[in-house]
């Protein structure tokens, strides 16, 4: 079957997603041969994570690229394997390298376990929903990767990280609504990708005022992650609220 223009789009994200890990692993494996201590070297990490973001870019424009120009038959198996990859394996596979720099023990491969599981129950879930619905239904796998590589980045005590990553866990297989990015929206988070590369490209060539940059950037993405679901029931309530409501009849039913 041929592909099409769309489809490799999505295999860029799948290998995006695989250098990753690659990258992460290289880099793991390095710094216990070496007999490192403690976290590792961040412009290894920066460079997994810029690859991540890449990976998410690709997702965003994917689907938009195969409704304008047309998809091929396997266009959704692949999108469904390329996010597991990218968005399920990859940032579990931060998690998990994560907890054993830190010495974590169990906790830290639990939570990325259940990152995984989240992403494989997300896609399943989203395949069968319809294709119209406006919003999404939990949080996509893209920005739950990107919010568990930025609780990682923070680098929080183990007890409070392995929380943080389950509760993003939750958030993706929750029926909380999301809005779709469509029209600006998209572009804006294209933006936000593009910037969030500066930030890491910035922290990994150790500028200035790179970390600041670096946690500023994290807690802004932690925030917003939040913050959109209440302010989307903000709205619907205040819509709710403001339609006029229909009089109600007289008692005692229509006049003889």
């Known amino acids: 079957m041929r592909l099409a223009v769309a489809d490799y789009l999505t295999l860029g994200n799948a290998l995006c997603g695989f250098m990753a890990v690659w990258q992460l692993?290289?880099?793991?494996?390095a710094h216990l041969a070496g007999g490192g201590t403690g976290p590792l070297d961040r412009g290894a990490v920066a460079a997994a994570v810029v690859l991540l973001l890449v990976a998410a870019g690709f997702?965003?424009?994917?689907?938009?690229?195969?409704?304008?120009?047309?998809g091929s038959g396997m266009g959704a198996e692949l999108d469904n394997l390329a996010d597991v990859i990218s968005f399920g394996f990859a940032p579990a596979f931060f998690v998990v390298a994560w907890g054993t720099l830190g010495g974590g023990g169990a906790l830290p491969?639990?939570?990325?376990a259940a990152v995984l599981l989240a992403v494989v129950v997300r896609l399943a879930r989203f395949s069968c929903q319809s294709p119209g619905c406006g919003n999404f239904t939990g949080l996509p796998s893209p920005f739950g990767a990107m919010a568990v590589i930025t609780v990682v980045l923070l680098d929080p005590p183990?007890?409070?990280?392995s929380a943080a990553v389950?509760?993003?866990?939750?958030?993706?297989?929750?029926?909380?609504?999301?809005p779709k990015p469509r029209g600006r929206?998209?572009?804006?988070?294209?933006?936000?990708?593009?910037?969030?590369?500066?930030?890491?490209?910035?922290?990994?060539m150790d500028a200035p005022a790179g970390t600041a940059l670096l946690y500023s950037g994290s807690?802004?993405?932690l925030v917003l992650l939040a913050a959109v679901p209440v302010y989307l029931l903000t709205t619907r309530r205040h819509a709710r609220l403001s339609v006029p409501q229909s009089p109600l009849p007289p008692p005692g039913g229509p006049a003889d």
């Open 219 to 221: 807690s802004l993405v």
């Open 59 to 70: 997702d965003l424009f994917d689907g938009r690229v195969a409704r304008r120009l047309g």
């Open 158 to 161: 183990v007890l409070l990280g």
């Open 109 to 112: 491969v639990a939570a990325a």
């Open 185 to 204: 929206m998209a572009y804006a988070v294209l933006v936000w990708i593009a910037g969030s590369v500066a930030c890491l490209t910035a922290w990994a």
């Open 25 to 29: 692993a290289a880099a793991q494996s």
């Open 166 to 178: 389950v509760a993003v866990a939750w958030l993706m297989v929750s029926r909380i609504e999301y």
